[in-house]
């Protein structure tokens, strides 16, 4: 079998995987964020945090629940990673510098899980297990509660109740991220990954060395790693490590576990909002993009341009040679279009073009199909900016799902898709202008740009990988991308909602021959053009300084 057939056949089964589980696992979303009936272990969970799941939040209140949450979440990650050495399973482990546990803490809380550190030289387990690991599940219930809001607001009319948070990241939590993560985590384990609360072992290597490691919770923190498209390895390797991605088969299991929920949540959104063939024409636009990502990536790295690359068949500097160049393109494309960051390669070895694919599929906002909650509510902001290109074009007040878009609507979605930009952008230039910074940089020219560039743009958009050929274990990388972190994830936020309370209390507006079909095809290819050309307007000129002038040379 050839590497273009085992390719081929590989995308194939992870689709057909996708789509067995489409709609049985959407429907199921739709049910448990639609149901009044509230489990008895939640009752207990909203007993402990004092919340009514009952009361109905309009946008402010529930703006209001989702920062003092995340907040608590900051501050309590960041003390207990300052006194890991005093908790139990510490290993011996010393505590977390302060610009580290700061930059630790955000990264988590905001799902981006950026990691400064070596996770097995630097956390013990109770840190990795009661600190990390817990904030890899709520933080991704956060996004998909916000998702949820989103939704409500298109579908209620003359009220600007939202829902409520704490049911909604309670319910996200127990009863769809955790059966699923278990269920997950008993797979990895019986294919190879390992899952205990051992301490150091010293191992020989193949070429006959010694490596002293550690064991660990591994298979859990890997399965809600990826379900809840966080990305923070256990291990500095992360999913190039055998002990978190034991083979070829786990490896695409993994793909799977990045992408079902994200991909599923349109079917959600086509349940709750009334007309399926509404989630079908957002799934078909992400799906596009991804395609046409991986399909690109797979042939930059198989191109092997250069006389190195020629030799070896194609690009194989960095990539994990028991999954070759196309599972390993399979498995960037699907961790930058999420808000992933787990790596099976090393993305800084990609070609100057394959690594640019990765930084332009972070830039699209991570929305083909994002991140849990997030890619779904960051589309949906992407779809209202297309409804209302083609009013323009048209000279009619553009609708979406019987939702007039106004001024004050255009304005929030318009705001939402500047803040992160701004972000990554502001941010690279002070790095790339003040005299400190570039001494992190271990390459020059394009590539050295391109490795601050990428690091922001991960932060900005809470997808947490990296080029790694920069020293980000600075006090200025770590507060700096720590800050862009916790601005990217929470200034949209304050939009999505704000838009979806505007939302909420119109009154719904009856279809006529002179309303847009958000349903049908064109649409889609409407939504995809639209995507992409703002984000090349917004980022073509820091991506010719980068990756395109290194490919391009």
Known sequence: MGPVTADVLQVTALVVALALVYRPFGDYMAAVY?????????????????????????????????????????????????VQNHLPLSLGFAAIPPGQAF????????????????????????????????????????????????????????????????????????????????????????????????????????????????????ASQEAIKELGTNGGGF???NSAHPFENPDAFTNLFEIFLILVIPFSLTRTFGKM??????????????????????????????????????????????????????????????????????VDSFHSSFTGLGGGIALLGMMLGEIAPGGVGSGLYGILIMAVIAVFIAGLMVGRTPEYLGKKIGTREIKLAALYILVTPAVVLVFTALAMALPTPPHSMLNSGPHGFS?????????????GSAFAGLNADTQWYN????????????????????????????????????????????????????????TALTYFPALALGPLAEGLS
């Open 273 to 342: 909002a009334g007309n399926i063939r509404q989630g079908y024409a957002i799934l078909a636009a992400m799906g596009l993009i991804w395609i046409g990502f991986v399909t690109l990536m797979t042939w930059v790295e198989t191109a092997h341009p250069g006389a190195a690359n020629q030799i070896a068949g194609a690009a194989l500097e960095g990539k994990e040679q028991r999954f070759g160049v196309g599972a390993s393109s399979l498995f960037a494309v699907s961790t930058t279009l999420t808000s992933t960051g787990a």
């Open 34 to 82: 639609t149901s009044d009936r509230h489990l008895r272990v939640e009752r207990l969970v909203y007993r402990c945090l004092g919340a009514d799941p009952d009361a109905r939040m309009r946008w402010p209140a529930y703006l209001r629940a989702v920062l003092a949450f995340s907040l608590v979440g900051v501050l309590f990650l960041y003390l207990f990673l300052r």
């Open 235 to 237: 291990y500095n390797a």
């Open 451 to 463: 490795e601050v560039l990428y690091a922001y743009t991960s932060a900005g958009n809470n997808n």
């Open 479 to 534: 507060t700096t991308l720590g800050l862009a972190m916790l601005l990217g994830r929470f200034v949209p936020m304050v939009f999505v909602l704000a838009l979806a309370g505007s939302l909420a209390r119109q009154r719904p507006v009856p279809a006529t021959t002179g309303t847009l079909r958000t349903e049908k095809p064109l649409f889609a290819g409407l939504l995809v053009g639209a995507i992409l050309i703002i």
């Open 103 to 218: 930059n630790t803490a955000a990264s988590f809380v905001t799902n981006t899980n950026w990691q400064s550190y070596m996770g097995e030289n630097a956390m013990g387990h109770g840190a990795q297990t009661a600190g990390l690991a817990v904030q890899n599940f709520v933080s991704a219930a956060v996004g998909m509660a916000v998702a949820m809001a989103l939704v409500r607001g298109f579908v209620r009319s003359r009220t600007g109740e939202l829902g409520n948070f704490w049911a909604d990241m309670v319910r996200g939590t127990i009863r769809i991220l955790l059966p699923v993560a278990f269920v997950a985590a008993i797979v990895l384990v019986g294919f190879g990954a390992i899952q205990n609360f051992a301490g150091w072992h010293e191992i020989t290597t193949l070429a006959g060395g010694h490596q002293t490691l550690t064991g660990g919770a591994v």
